[in-house]
Structures are given as structure tokens and as C-alpha cells.
């Protein structure tokens, strides 16, 4: 449960009207608000990427290109569709 402060700072965005409206939607159906979701999305932002977030493939491949040529994979396509 997230416990806030008496006092939030409010923030004005400008957003597409449309946009606006799927936003709604998606936070109703959601049992939540907009305001919510923008906090919880800015709070995703401003945190650097936890190396336990990422998918098990994207750990097994990490590194796996570490000291080949940078324009190895472009050599190698044009090889591949000549």
C-alpha cells in the first residue's frame, strides 16, 4: 500500500484530447486513476533498470556480441543477401 504525504505537487501535462479518453478507460477498468498511472509510469522512468527485470533470453544473450567488430552484422547481411 502506498502511503502519501498530505501535500502532492500537481502537474499539468498537455495530452490529445483522445488520448485523454483511452486513458480514462484503461484506468477504470483498471480500479485505478490517471494520475496513478502517470505516477507509477514517471516512477518506471526515473529508476534505473533492475539486471532482474530483464526476460531470461535477454540475460542469456547479453554480452554474447561482447568484442566482435561493430560492422560485423553488417558484413554479414550483405554476404547473406547478395
Known sequence: MTCYYTY???LTLSV???VV???KRYAAARGTSVS???ERYLDLLSKPP???????VLRM???AA????ADAH?????????
Not at 50 to 56: C, L, M, R, V
Not at 66 to 69: H, S, T
Not at 74 to 82: C, F, G, N, V
Open 61 to 63: 544473450l547479453r554480452g
Open 21 to 23: 479518453r483511452g486513458a
Open 74 to 82: 553488417r558484413r554479414h547481411l550483405s554476404r547473406k543477401y547478395r
Open 16 to 18: 490529445n484530447e483522445k
Open 36 to 38: 496513478r498511472l502517470v
Open 50 to 56: 533492475k539486471s532482474d527485470d530483464q526476460t531470461p
Open 8 to 10: 502532492m505537487p500537481k
Open 66 to 69: 561482447r568484442g566482435v567488430p
